[in-house]
């Protein structure tokens, strides 16, 4: 037991990042509110970063000479994306919000069929 | 070389260009810039080119040998060894002479046309084609080589067609200047073709056989037609005599395009259609220009012609001088009756070339380009008096209104008639008397040819008989048209009572001309006598020549047959229409007269076996191209175009027919799949992020379980 | 004393040609060192290929205005003609042999040894010439096309790479990339600017062209398939010229396997491996480009392509895509296979003989004015088989020549139409008239440009159809399959006086269809409803005199077109063996 708590090894991490993943499917599915489904996103894109690097490092971490970074590559090219979403969907919003007065995602269903 | 040779090129040349210069400024400047003047510039301007054609006339010298520049490239033919087919310009004392009477002749025309054509709206445009016209003579007069000779030819034929056709906003013009242009083009195919075979045979440059030897300006001897065709048939063993068959077949295609040129028969009926012109066209047509061309081509080429061609031209021009004659005796129309004399004079000038009278042909054709404009000229001024009407009928009584006129239109009937008196005549009787003589040797040398024992071979004798005859008939109706215009009562008095005599722009020319056709023959005799033998040199087989040459019978023969033609003549057409168309109408009616005349009013059905045959066989041909264009050969490929989309949508998966296609099922389906499927298709992202992450568990689980089921199974195992 | 004017004046006064009388090809060739010139005459080659397709690329940008389109149309047409205007000097006065010059040589798919080969010489820069002075004209004329603007000259641009391409192409497979590339253009063309049955005249111009494409494509596959890999003749397969060599135009090595038996001076020589293939070849290019030309019987898309087609494509239609035709048979078929053209002598002259009679009989049936031309224009490009097909140098040059002026005359009269068709919005023939009096300008330069369609001497119509005729004649006795002298001596009365004779006779037939539509349309009382119609603007009027006057300067110096030809013409005949 206290070997699970001292030695933070690879289960914990893919605890933490469950937990997040979980958090943000969560929040998108409750929230109307986009900024809230945003945020959701975020989370989960959180998530698989951790996974990423988690993985990386406990699996395939390299030798001394040459390590492996793929994961940490992974994990930077996510962040870099989750800004780059959060833009584009920050503007998404900013029309949304022009078009309906509010950013009640239960309002854009112009797209049903 | 001498000076003089170059003065008299440089002379020529000027002649034949001044009237392009002015036909250029009138076309493009005329209307803006000159207006009313362009008669008087386009006139000045031909003066000009007749005083530099007078000159290079009077510099000319005996003997002079004949000229030929020739040095400007043209077109290149690869296949020859002359390399490029040249322009260039020939000179000799056919073209000195020609060019003379063409430009005196044009000068008049062009001063008769400024009273003429008083008032037209395209009055600038009339002298810009006039000069136009003058021109593309000149150029075939100058030209040096037979190809370049056809150039003008063509232009020739172009421009008559402008003049023919100058009111073309009436039917008449417009469908005559078609016809004129047709037929001669006509003409001008056979031109085409023999022009091919010489090009061939001789090489390229085919240079237009000249009077004797010909040299280069600078004195180097020139190599024309002539004795490139003599080597050559020596080389093969023949000669002009005993000629092989491309030589003959080129001659008679060479001479249709005379026969169109010249209104011959069987391309002549464009000749008396192409009265619908202005009458100043139809007097230069008729007289220096287009219908001279033939003439003189057929002179040029005299020297390279086979005896066969001699006959077929001697031929043609026998059945033209005819029918023209019979044809002027009953046309009730001035112009036309004026028209079917031309034809038969020119029937006379054709049939003295196929006979081999070089001389006196083309005596007679500067004879007649006088009198004959002349006679246009009258023609116009009485047209023009009687207020536009034509019809011979409907004058009389004329010489009180117009002396002048009449007087002029009497010296041109007198001399057409050949009229003389102890050996002294007008112009018409030395060359026509000539002729005659000429002829007479030809068919006696024709019936000799033909029947070398002695008996008598009709068809032979023919081509001094009806030239003897018709001699008679051309005095008789020309008798006919003078006293049904000018003398007698009138006929019509409300015609005769508005004319007037013509302004004097009209008048000089008339009286300029009529002087010119009493003298034109003495004096061109004068001046050709002396050249008789040069054309004898390079023609050796053929008779003709002065009256030495021609030979005491032949002279008396002429003397004792046509010598009184023109009293005759002249006292039967005055005795007989003298108290108008009466008599004529009388006689008319008689049994055998009447087939005749009926035969002759309508022109021996030439125009109607055109129209309707040759002009319907064209029409039916065309038309029958044009059915088979769409009805076959288009036919075919759409039939095959449809075929091939049938046959496609037969085999191909793509059936239009809806059901039961492989394709169209699958489209089918994925329709109902759309159907099924679009209720979750909400628009409402929670939903969306739920069936994602939901299905996305799902698939996860049912991955691990299957890993794991296998596992369990591979442990059992 | 020399005479004066004639020997020194009329030179001069015949001459601003004094360019082609008096100054010898080659004559400022003074030493071996290439100019500056010479360096970047590819280039500029080059530049006025794609210099069109890069500003067509430009029109279908957003944002272009229709004015800047047709500006840029114009700008473009303009340099490309400056360009190849150019070239043609630096050809005239550096070019003393029958060799290429500003040529590009670059491997291009290297599997199949096709190379991107362009380059001038005698054969195609007067149709080079011909096409870019043309473009310019047809974007004049094209001024006033209000629907889609810059697609028309997007695609009209296009086009016009297509047609340069063909003609500079010195690689078989790129000149049948070229050949096909100038197919869609014309298809749209057609097909969206048209006349009321559009559809149908662009699909069946392009089905046509395209059958004959695929003859072309399967003699190509012969060729490659035929020549064995790995040799020099394999890599020589699609070479139209071998540059360098001045005396020898065409790949040797591959012609020799297509060659037919002949009686040498040692005796006769047995057939090439190939001699059949190469007969069938023959055929199959000859039908391609017969359908381009086009030749009776392959001709009803022409009509109907005219018809339906607006004035400036009429034009390009008729002065340059025809002409693609004729330079494929000069540039392909002939060189390619001599020996059977020899052998196919007889019936491919015929072909032009009732091409020049059947066309000419059609255009007289005709009421439509634009489809008399267009029919006309299958007339006249008769001539342009027979003077081919007999074999003569004089017919070769006849054939060039005329593919030439009819590229002019046929653009004027299609443009005359065109102008008459946006007055009167018909082109009934027989309810036309009057319109000398109406448009005295219009009437005259009609008549120049139908006078020179009837090949009146001193036009340029004139020079064509007389060495064709003068080669037919030439031909006689010296092709085989001659009939035997059946008329006396020499074998006078062969084949080829026969088809010359008929050849003769189509003067006739195209005078009375040219005169009787002229007299309908030109002559006659001006008709009530002509009152209304626009007066004709300077941009009209210049177009007609810049082709009327050429059909003058051509008439009169058709040395102008054959100083540049004469070089390669001759190396040309001796390849051929013309007569």
Known sequence: ?113 | MTPVQAHILDLLAAATLIPLASALLLLFAGKRWLGRLSGWVATLAMAGSCGCALAALSAWQDNLPATIVFEIPWIPVPGQAAGYLNLGMLVDHLTVAMTAMVTLIATLVHLYSIGYMQGDKRFERFFAYLSLFTFAMLGIVVSASLTQLFVFWELVGLTSYLLIGFWFERPGPRLACKKAFVMNRIGDAGFLAGLAILYCKLGGNLLLPAAGDAQTPSGVPIETIYQTLTAILADENASILSPPAWLTFAGIALFCGAIGKSAQFPLHTWLPDAMEGPTPVSSIVHSATMVAAGVYLTARLLPILTPGVHLFIATIGLVTLVIGACMALVMTDIKRVLAYSTLSQLGYMVLGLGAGAYNFALLHLVAHAFFKCCLFQCAGSVIHAAGGKQDLRSFGGLWRKMPATMACFAVCTLAIAGASVMGVGLSGHYSKDGLIACMHNYGLALDEAFNPGGTTFPFAHIFYWAPVAVAYVTAFYMARAFTLTFLGSPREPHLIEHAHEAPLTMLVPQGALALLAVVATPWGMAFWGDRINASAMIVPWVQGGTEEQVGETAVEFTHHAVGFAWLVGIAGGVALYAAGTKNAARLAKLPGVRLLHTWFLNKFYFDGLYDGFVVGLAKAVAGLAWILDRAVIDAAVDALAKRVREGAASISPFDPDPSGSPINSVAFAAQAADQALRPTHSGRIRLYVLLAFGSAALILMAVLILVFAARAAGHAA | MPPLILTHLAPHALAPFALAQLIEPGSFTDSTTPSLLDAVLPSVLNWMLFLPALAGAICFLPGVSRASARALALLTTLGSFALSLVIAFDYYFNQNASGVAAVTLKPWIESIHANYHVGVDGLNLPLVLLTTSLSVLVVLAAWRIEKATQAFMGLFLFLLTGMLGVFVALDLFLFYLFFEVSLLPMYFLIGIWGGPRKEYAAIKFFLYTLAGSICLLFVMLGLYCLTPAGTANHVNTWQLVDSGEQDSLISESVRALFAGPSTGLHGPTPAGPYWLHAQAFFLLTLVAFLIKLPAVPFHTWLPDAHVEAPTPISMILAGVLLKMGGYGLMRVTYPLFPDAARHFWLPVATLGVVAILYGGFCALAQTDWKKLVAYSSVSHMGYVTLGLAVLTRTGFDGAYFQMIAHGITSALMFFLVGVVYDRAHHRDINRLGGLWLKFPGLGGWSLLAFCAGMGLPGLCGFVGELLVIFGTFEANGQLPGTIPGSAGSGGFMGAATILGLFASLGVVITAGYTLWMFQRVFMGPERPEAAGYAPITAREYGIMAALGMAAVLFGLVPLLVFRLTDPTFYALASVLGLN
């Open chain 1, 1 to 113: 037991m206290s070997d699970l708590l001292l030695t933070i090894s690879l289960p914990h991490f893919l605890v933490v990042s469950f937990l997040l993943l979980a958090a943000g499917i969560s929040t998108m599915l409750t929230k109307r509110n986009a900024i809230g489904i945003l945020i959701g996103v975020e989370l989960v894109l959180n998530a698989a970063a951790i996974n990423f690097v988690a993985f990386n490092h406990y699996g395939w971490p390299g030798v001394r000479a040459a390590p492996a970074i793929d994961g940490q590559m992974f994990a930077i090219f996510i962040i870099v994306l989750a800004a780059a979403e959060a833009s584009v969907a920050l503007a998404i919003f900013l029309n949304f919000y022009n078009n309906f007065g509010s950013i009640d995602v239960e309002r854009a269903d112009d797209l049903k069929a």
